[in-house]
């Protein structure tokens, strides 16, 4: 197969379809077409929290359709059949954790979920890890300018409603740092991509073309629950970045 840097750039014309997976926000569509573009090294995933493996997996078609192998990690769920751990994650233990499941250096894909510290856990992974392509999730309650991260804190826990995680801006400062630029916002999931695997016109993107407002209607499915009331910021526990 010819890998092309330029056939990347469609990425932000297309139209997602439903290709069978099991992602939230049809991330899988966009994850299949990544990998159309970009070579393959080892096709070893890492994904948490990944639930059982199946419920809103972002790896669920990889695993199942592309023979990839990967590790799959969650706080409640165990199946070895699948090679899913039940593990509470945090900044202190990630890369023993890798280690542990013997997570090569260069895997190809990340996939960062869990709702609180998640920009402490994918900074921690990135000072010892170079993945191709990462996937995370972002709180886009934050306008395109904001650069605010949640402090760290193993112990927390998302209540439902308190605003978690951190604002894309500050992923991209972040991911910045290790040399990966944003690709491409699907809804609050941010895909951030290795500098070396890109082309200019990715690399030169415009931020505003990639995270052009904040977006708070698509958190008002929890908003009216029994006992949810609004989401609500804590300022005390950001801090700028």
């Known amino acids: 197969m010819d890998f092309s840097k330029n ?29 159309k573009c970009i070579e ?43 090679n899913l751990h039940k593990r509470f994650i945090t900044r202190e233990n990630i890369i023993s954790l890798f280690r542990e499941f013997n997570v090569p250096y260069d895997l190809d894909f990340l996939s960062v979920d869990v709702d609180g510290m998640d920009f402490h856990i994918l900074k921690e992974i990135l000072s010892k890890y170079k993945p191709a392509l990462i996937q995370v999730e972002t709180n886009l309650r934050f306008n395109p300018d904001q650069s605010y991260v949640l402090n760290y804190d193993p112990t927390w826990y998302w209540d439902n409603r308190s605003w978690y995680g951190a604002s894309p801006l500050a992923y991209k400062k972040m991911a910045a740092e290790f040399d990966y630029v944003p690709l491409i916002m699907v809804f609050d999931d941010l895909f951030l991509i290795r500098k070396d695997l890109v082309n200019d016109d990715i690399i030169n993107k415009p931020w505003i073309e990639i995270q052009p407002k904040a977006n708070k209607i698509i958190y008002n ?16 526990k950001f801090s700028e970045y």
């Open 40 to 82: 393959l090294k080892n096709k070893f995933f890492v994904e948490f929290g990944a639930i059982d493996g199946v419920a809103l997996s972002n790896t669920f078609l990889l695993r199942t359709e592309k023979e990839w192998n990967g590790l799959l990690l969650d706080g409640l769920y165990e199946n070895a059949s699948i």
């Open 221 to 236: 499915t929890h908003v009216g629950r029994v006992g949810v009331p609004q989401y609500y910021m804590d300022k005390n």
């Open 7 to 35: 056939d990347l750039s469609k990425i932000y014309n297309l139209d997602p379809v439903d290709i069978g997976g099991q992602s939230q926000k049809n991330q899988d569509f966009f994850i299949d077409y990544i990998f």
